[in-house]
T-cell receptor, first 113, second 111 residues
């Protein structure tokens, strides 16, 4: 069964360092989402792509976060510099289209020391 | 703005029914979802209901929607140890795909 892949699964970094997370959506899925899930809370959308274009990044802290999906397939989320408050689970999801079921990857757990 | 509220914890005896409740504020919500998250894993869509429905049943799962009170519930019949997880209520409108999640209800099963 096709799955959303994410790497790394775990990342520990020191504050002020740069980190990057990678997501490979299910083949053929045009819509890709990055969510942040703080411990004890539900996921919050950071950015949504339709193919290679950003359609919603209203909750993305653009001073330190960036996301790209250059060829409309896999995607990278970067944080530079990382802050203590960025410690969270970063979830990637994909769907065939914007009104279709979202399939989630296993997430990357980030710890900033 | 949109908000989804749910209780944080629920403990039930194995074999009993679990009922997880949720309230939402956006009257234009069209899709209402229940997701399951097991420890260290991503979210798995369990079921969803359209706002023009008031009930949906899928094997052991029953979703009830009271649109007037903006209340959604998930009933799990014959709860098993494998049902231990965090359950998220979520909603979205038809005009946008952005999903708003609640904070999750942690379901624990007693023997």
């Amino acid at each position: 069964e096709a799955e959303v892949a994410q790497s790394p699964r775990y990342k520990i970094t020191e504050k002020s360092q740069a980190v990057a997370f990678w997501c490979d959506p299910i083949s053929g899925h045009a819509t890709l989402y990055w969510y942040r899930q703080i411990l004890g809370q539900g996921p919050e959308l950071l950015v949504q792509f339709q193919d290679e274009s950003v359609v919603d990044d209203s909750q993305l802290p653009k001073d330190r976060f960036s996301a790209e999906r250059l060829k409309g397939v896999d995607s990278t989320l970067k944080i530079q510099p990382a802050e203590l408050g960025d410690s969270a689970m970063y979830l990637c999801a994909s769907s065939q289209g914007p009104n279709n079921e979202q399939f989630f990857g296993p997430g990357t757990r980030l710890t900033v020391l | 703005g949109e908000d989804v509220e749910q209780s944080l914890f629920l403990s039930v005896r194995e074999g009993d029914s679990s009922v997880i409740n949720c309230t939402y504020t956006d009257s234009s919500s069209t899709y209402l979802y229940w997701y399951k998250q097991e420890p260290g894993a991503g979210l798995q869509l369990l079921t969803y209901i359209f706002s023009n429905m008031d009930m949906k049943q899928d094997q052991r799962l029953t979703v009830l929607l009271n649109k007037k009170d903006k209340h959604l519930s998930l009933r799990i019949a014959d709860t098993q140890t494998g049902d231990s997880a965090i359950y998220f209520c979520a909603e979205s409108t038809s005009s946008a795909s952005k999903i708003i999640f609640g904070s999750g209800t942690r379901l624990s099963i007693r023997p």
